[in-house]
């Protein structure tokens, strides 16, 4: 008898703990939720952003947060139409899903946010006619007002330790600084329930990849490093112009060579090949310093993207830049190589950069006056 007593009062500990924890994460509202609510955000940058920080792929034009009673879905769109990150919250089973281009789900459960946020009692401000409390908070050492509401019966505060659904907010991106996002329309249409769908995604538990994408990283980064003075591997290859290219021949003449791996079906890769061509532009009178594309994309794609994305570089297509990065061991594209006149390999990065085309130019002009 006794101890159905404490299986009871056990039982009862874990429904209120259950409950609580389902509690921190949703609220009672007077609003009655027959369809889907849509939110428009719009963002605005702090600084003035030049053209090149406009153009590149980390510029956010806007953000839509659709949501029902128990499901929320946030679109964030880039500069690329293409280009849209989405996170999907599950109110019911308390998981978040990071969804991933490639059509993986990185799951993981919500978390207690960690930006301290400070209530501003009797402090409220109407935004996208909704009435919205005011709390504050600090970063980068710059205090900052946000704005939620309760109205909609679910918690999205990201990463501010705040109540309600965040209707204005300021996040710090390390690309492109400090940005506001603030809601300017809410609207309510029936969205059908297949749209917060994962059924197109592998979902796969957050905490199982972290410990080895970290390692990962690391790995990698320990492998560039190991590469910088090191010798360049020997090549022979040709543009598709027919210009025939060597390790050899460049070693004999005593050249530079910027190598550049990319591929077009990315955003990325398109995203600096206005800068890499003014790269070049820089050293159009010094016969010393040789610019080679690798693309690992057909000729035929290559001269249809030519008209849009015109590069300045020689170019080698994939038949023979999948060599080339086989070479070089590529992993991730777009990756940037410089190697010297003695054929060793100066410099290496991988990935979209908005300094790369001032970090090549420093190396280069330090390797010229040699």
Request: net charge positive; with cysteine; aromatic share 12%.
């Amino acid at each position: 008898m006794r101890s159905k007593k404490v299986n009871l009062i056990l039982l009862s500990i874990i429904s209120l703990l259950s409950q609580n924890i389902f509690a921190q994460w949703t609220y009672k509202t007077d609003r009655k939720i027959t369809k889907d609510i849509i939110i428009n955000y719009a963002v605005s940058y702090q600084k003035e952003l030049t053209a090149k920080e406009k153009a590149s792929p980390f510029f956010i034009r806007e953000i839509i947060v659709t949501l029902n009673k128990n499901k929320l879905i946030e679109r964030t769109f880039y500069n690329d139409i293409h280009e849209t990150k989405v996170k999907i919250l599950d109110y019911q089973n308390n998981k978040h899903y990071k969804c991933s281009t490639n059509g993986h789900a990185y799951s993981s459960y919500f978390k207690n946010p960690e930006i301290k946020s400070t209530y501003l009692n009797h402090k409220t401000q109407t935004i996208a006619g909704i009435k919205c409390d005011q709390y504050t908070a600090t970063i980068k050492g710059i205090s900052f007002n946000l704005f939620t509401t309760k109205e909609f019966g679910l918690k999205f505060v990201k990463d501010f330790n705040a109540e309600g659904l965040l209707m204005e907010y300021t996040i710090f991106d390390k690309n492109l600084g400090i940005y506001t996002v603030k809601a300017t329309k809410v609207t309510s249409e029936k969205v059908p329930e297949s749209f917060y769908s994962l059924k197109n995604y592998h979902v796969i538990p957050e905490n199982d990849t972290c410990e080895k994408c970290e390692k990962i990283r690391e790995k990698r980064q320990q492998e560039i490093t190991n590469l910088i003075g090191t010798k360049s591997p020997k090549f022979r290859t040709k543009t598709m112009n027919g210009k025939k290219l060597s390790s050899k021949q460049n070693l004999k003449n005593k050249k530079i060579m910027i190598l550049n791996f990319s591929d077009l079906t990315y955003s990325v890769c398109k995203s600096e090949i206005p800068y890499l061509n003014d790269l070049k532009k820089s050293y159009l009178n010094n016969n010393q310093v040789e610019f080679v594309y690798f693309l690992n994309n057909s000729k035929k794609t290559i001269k249809k993207s030519a008209k849009k994305h015109p590069i300045n570089w020689d170019i080698v297509d994939q038949d023979e830049s999948q060599y080339m990065a086989a070479k070089f061991k590529i992993k991730n594209v777009p990756t940037n190589i410089i190697i010297d006149q003695q054929g060793k390999i100066q410099f290496y990065t991988s990935g979209y950069k908005l300094n790369t085309e001032e970090l090549m130019m420093r190396k280069i002009d330090e390797l010229l006056d040699q």
